[in-house]
């Protein structure tokens, strides 16, 4: 069975401080890793990696893959109020179906 | 740009009464999905359509029942609710029906079973 897993579970920060999100995976058929920002509701993509791009990077926000240690980081640079959501991990398998993780709550205080 | 919309946003419902969670999207998407997601457990998929007549269940889909009729409807339908289907419903869907990846979401339905 597919499993993702995300650290921490909730982290604090102040606006301007740079954030590391972790997720780890074990899979028995990696396609793609995917990360998706919560913020009131709705989940909306951020980013996918695969075997053949392992950095993706946008704004302040970037992801590296590392498919040797069966994980992923989400940075957040210069952090801001309105980057507060739940972030989530989520693997696509072979079976059509995406395995989430349970996310990371980040909170940014002004 | 409506996307992905979900209705109602809210439902209470009674232990044992059945309803229809309604999704509608118009960006001629084939793959369709119904997740729920609970405290510290992420999303876990219900049902799932790669196109209209087809759909096959996911990880949870125990008490729920799909149809797909047209490419733009996903109906979710709660046969017997149970207090153990209280959450919050996200209904998405993808333009890549082969790895459902990419995917865009609905703004959800909070229902709670009494």
């Known amino acids: 069975e597919d499993k993702v897993v995300q650290s921490p579970l909730s982290l604090v920060v102040h606006e301007g401080d740079t954030v590391t999100l972790n997720c780890s995976y074990e899979?028995?058929?990696?396609?793609?890793l995917l990360w998706y920002k919560q913020e009131k509701k709705a989940p909306t993509f951020l980013f996918m990696l695969t075997s053949s791009g392992i950095e993706k990077k946008s704004g302040r926000l970037s992801s590296i893959l590392d498919k040797k240690e069966l994980s992923s980081i989400l940075n957040i640079t210069a952090t801001q109020t309105g980057d507060s959501a739940i972030y989530l991990c989520?693997?696509?398998?072979?079976?059509?179906?995406?395995?989430f993780g349970s996310g990371t709550q980040l909170t940014v205080l002004p | 740009n409506a996307g992905v919309t979900q209705t109602p946003k809210f439902q209470v419902l009674k232990t044992g009464q059945s309803m229809t969670l309604q999704c509608a999207q118009d960006m001629n998407h084939e793959y369709m999905s119904w997740y729920r997601q609970d405290p510290g457990m992420g999303l876990r998929l219900i049902h799932y359509s790669v196109g209209a007549g087809i759909t096959d269940q996911g990880e949870v889909p125990n008490g729920y029942n799909v149809s797909r009729s047209t490419t733009e409807d996903f109906p979710l339908r709660l046969l017997s609710a149970a207090p153990s289907q209280t959450s919050v419903y996200f209904c998405a869907s993808s333009y890549e029906p082969a790895t459902n990846e990419k995917l865009f979401f609905g703004s959800g339905t909070q229902l709670s079973v009494l």
């Open positions: 899979v028995t058929n990696f396609r793609s």
């Open positions: 989520a693997h696509s398998g072979s079976a059509r179906q995406l395995t």
